[in-house]
C-alpha cells in the first residue's frame, strides 16, 4: 500500500465491524429460559468476556466512563447491570459476550485478484438472557486503504453467501475468496463461493440458503440449523444476506472526497468511476437530509472539516480526517468512541429487530404445527402462544425503549436506525398477532367454560329426580333397619346404579336437554313445538343430519 501513502483520497486508519444476527434454535430438554451461551463456556475457542465497566476496578479507565455516562439511567440498567451492591438476582446485565482469538487475520481476494489484509480485532458472540438470538460481532482494521479498496471491502466481505454466479464461476457480490488466518500465518478456513452446486442443493433440499463455509468455521460449534455435522447450538439465519456494516474511515483528505463517495459509502456501493453516483440522481437527491448527521460537519467557503455520521439503518459510517486529534485519539477519540458507544447504538436496534423477527417466526411455527383435530396438537398450540407470550413481555420490559441517549449525536443516530429499520411497525405487528392469538385462546376458553356450565347446570336440574328419589327412600318407607347386611348392599346397589347411569347419560344428553330447557321456558313456543323438542333429545345424530 505504499504507493496510495500520498494519495489524498488515502484512507489512514479503516475500521470495519459487521454484525450478524441469527436465531439460535432450542436447546434439547431445555426449559422455558434457554441459556445458549452455558455450552460455550467450555467449548474451544470461545471463552467468556467480562466487560470493563462490571469486572475488574483496576480496568475501569476514563473512556469506559465516557462510555457509561453515554446512556440513559434505564439503558445503562441493562447495558451493564445494577451493581454489585444489589442482592437481587436479574441485577446483573442480560448481555453475555463470547470471544475466540485464534483467527488474528483474515486475507481477502477480490475480483481484479489484487489481495487485502486485514487485522482481526475482535470475533464476539453477543448472547442475550430469554431471547434465542445471537449476534456475531466482526472487528477488522487496516492502515493506508485505498478509498475505492475500503468501498469494495464494505461492499463484499459481510455477505453470508452468493446471490449469483459470474461465468468463471465466482460468486456475485462476494469476495472471490476469504481466509482467516492465524497469528503463524497458517489458514484456518476459506470460502466456498465457487462451489455453485452446493448452494444450489442445499436450498432443494432444506429450502433455506446455505452458510458460506468461511463464516460457518467462524461460528463453531455452534452450526446451522440443517448442516449434516453435530452441533450443541444451531442457528438460523433471519434477515438479508448482507451483513449490517459499520464503517471508521480516517481519510488524508476530507476535501478530496466528493458528494458521490459519500453516496456511495451511505449506501454501500461497489467502487466505480470517481464522481459518478452509484444511482440516478433522482434517489440521491434527499441523501444529505435522509442518511447524513452534519451537526459536527463543517463547510465554509471550499473547505470541509469535522465529523460526517453516515446512516441508513442497515449501515453506519463515521467519516473524518486523519489529522484531526481528537477524531483518531485512541483513549478518548471517536475512534474508542465508534467501537464501543457507538457500536452499542448500532446494535441495540438490530437486536430489537432480530427478536421481533424470530418471534414472528416462533409464532408461524407454532401455527402451522397446529391440528385442530388432535387434542394434544390444541394443548401444545395453547402452551406454546402463552410462552411467547411471556418472552414478548419481557422483550417489552427489557429491551425496548425508545431512546438511549440525551447527547444529540447518539440520540439522533439511534432514532435513524430505528425509523430505517422500521422497528416500530414491526413491533406494533408482532404485538397486535399475539394479542389475536391470546384473545383467541381467553375466548375458547371462555367457550369451554360456559359450555360446562351449562351441562353442570343441566345435570343438576335432572339429578333433583335422583335426589327426589333417593330421599324418598330415606323416608323410611321401606324398612331395612333390621335387615340383613346383604340386604341393605342390595337395595343400595338398585339405587345406586340407576342414579349413576341417569347421570352420565344426562351428560351425555346434556347439550340436547339444555336446548330443551331453553324451548320449555320459552312462553310464546307452542306446546306441540316444546313436546318436539323433548322428543328431539333423543333422536339419533344421523337422522339429524
Known amino acids: 500500500m505504499a504507493e496510495t501513502s500520498t494519495d489524498p483520497r488515502c484512507v489512514r486508519q479503516f475500521r470495519q465491524i459487521l454484525l450478524w444476527p441469527l436465531r439460535l434454535m432450542p436447546l434439547a430438554e431445555a426449559g422455558p429460559l434457554r441459556r445458549h451461551w452455558e455450552v460455550l463456556k467450555n467449548a474451544a475457542p470461545w471463552h467468556e468476556v467480562e466487560d470493563e465497566i462490571t469486572g475488574d476496578p483496576a480496568q475501569f479507565q ?10 440513559l439511567p434505564h439503558v445503562q440498567r441493562f447495558l451493564y447491570g445494577e451493581g454489585k451492591s444489589r442482592a437481587r438476582h436479574d441485577a446483573a446485565s ?5 470471544r475466540r482469538n485464534d483467527v488474528r487475520q483474515v486475507r481477502l481476494t477480490h475480483p481484479d485478484a489484487s489481495v487485502t489484509a486485514l487485522e482481526v480485532v475482535h470475533v464476539d458472540l453477543y448472547f442475550f438472557h430469554d431471547l434465542d ?10 492502515a493506508d486503504l485505498d478509498l475505492a ?7 463484499r466481505f459481510g455477505r453470508a453467501y452468493p446471490t449469483f454466479w459470474h461465468e468463471d464461476g465466482s460468486g456475485g457480490h462476494c469476495m472471490r475468496k476469504v481466509e482467516w488466518l492465524a497469528a503463524s500465518g497458517e489458514v484456518l478456513a476459506t470460502s466456498d463461493h465457487e462451489q455453485r452446486e452446493r448452494f444450489l442443493g442445499y436450498v432443494t433440499r432444506h429450502r433455506t440458503p446455505c452458510i458460506a463455509a468461511h463464516w460457518e468455521y467462524l461460528l463453531r460449534p455452534l452450526v446451522p440449523q440443517h448442516a449434516d455435522a453435530p452441533g450443541p447450538v444451531r442457528y438460523s439465519q433471519l434477515e438479508f444476506h448482507r451483513m449490517p456494516v459499520m464503517g471508521y474511515l480516517a481519510v488524508a483528505c476530507l476535501n478530496a472526497l466528493t458528494r458521490p463517495d459519500f453516496v456511495r459509502l451511505g449506501m454501500v456501493a461497489a467502487p466505480g468511476e470517481e464522481g459518478s453516483l452509484p444511482c440516478p440522481e433522482p434517489h440521491a437527491r434527499d441523501f444529505e437530509q435522509r442518511h447524513c448527521y452534519d451537526r459536527h460537519w463543517h463547510v465554509q467557503g471550499g473547505s470541509v472539516s469535522g465529523t460526517r455520521y453516515i446512516a441508513s439503518g442497515a449501515a453506519f459510517f463515521m467519516v473524518g480526517a486523519a489529522d484531526e486529534p481528537f477524531f483518531v485519539d485512541a ?3 471517536l475512534v474508542e468512541q465508534f467501537r464501543r458507544q457507538y457500536l452499542l447504538l448500532f446494535l441495540i436496534p438490530h437486536l430489537q429487530k432480530a427478536a421481533l423477527l424470530m418471534l414472528s417466526d416462533r409464532l408461524a411455527e ?33 429491551y425496548w425503549f425508545h431512546d438511549m441517549s440525551d447527547q444529540p449525536p447518539a440520540r439522533a443516530l439511534y432514532c435513524m436506525a430505528r425509523e ?12 397486535q398477532e399475539i394479542a389475536d392469538m391470546s384473545d383467541y385462546l381467553d375466548s375458547d376458553s371462555l367457550r369451554r367454560q360456559a359450555n360446562t356450565v351449562v ?3 343441566v345435570v343438576t336440574i335432572f339429578g333433583l329426580i335422583g335426589t327426589v328419589v333417593t330421599g324418598f327412600l330415606g323416608m323410611n318407607l321401606i324398612a331395612l333397619a333390621d335387615s340383613t347386611l346383604a340386604a341393605k348392599l342390595f337395595y343400595f346397589a338398585l339405587v345406586l346404579i340407576p342414579t349413576i347411569w341417569l347421570t352420565l347419560y344426562t351428560i351425555a344428553k346434556s347439550k340436547r336437554l339444555s336446548d330443551f330447557l331453553e324451548v320449555l321456558t320459552e312462553e310464546r313456543v307452542h306446546w306441540r313445538v316444546k313436546l318436539a323438542a323433548f322428543f328431539a333429545v333423543w333422536r339419533s345424530k344421523r337422522r339429524d343430519d
Open 62 to 71: 476514563e473512556r469506559h466512563y465516557s462510555e457509561f455516562v453515554t446512556f
Open 94 to 98: 442480560p448481555i453475555r459476550v463470547f
Open 133 to 142: 438470538v445471537v449476534i456475531l460481532a466482526l472487528e477488522v482494521s487496516a
Open 149 to 155: 479498496r475500503a468501498q469494495d471491502v464494505l461492499f
Open 331 to 333: 483513549r478518548i477519540g
Open 366 to 398: 407454532t401455527l402451522n404445527r397446529l391440528e385442530i383435530g388432535d387434542a394434544d396438537s390444541v394443548r401444545r398450540f395453547k402452551r406454546d402462544i402463552r410462552l411467547i407470550k411471556e418472552v414478548f413481555l419481557r422483550f417489552s420490559h427489557r
Open 420 to 431: 430505517f429499520l422500521g422497528s416500530q411497525t414491526l413491533y406494533d405487528e408482532v404485538r
Open 455 to 457: 351441562r353442570l347446570t
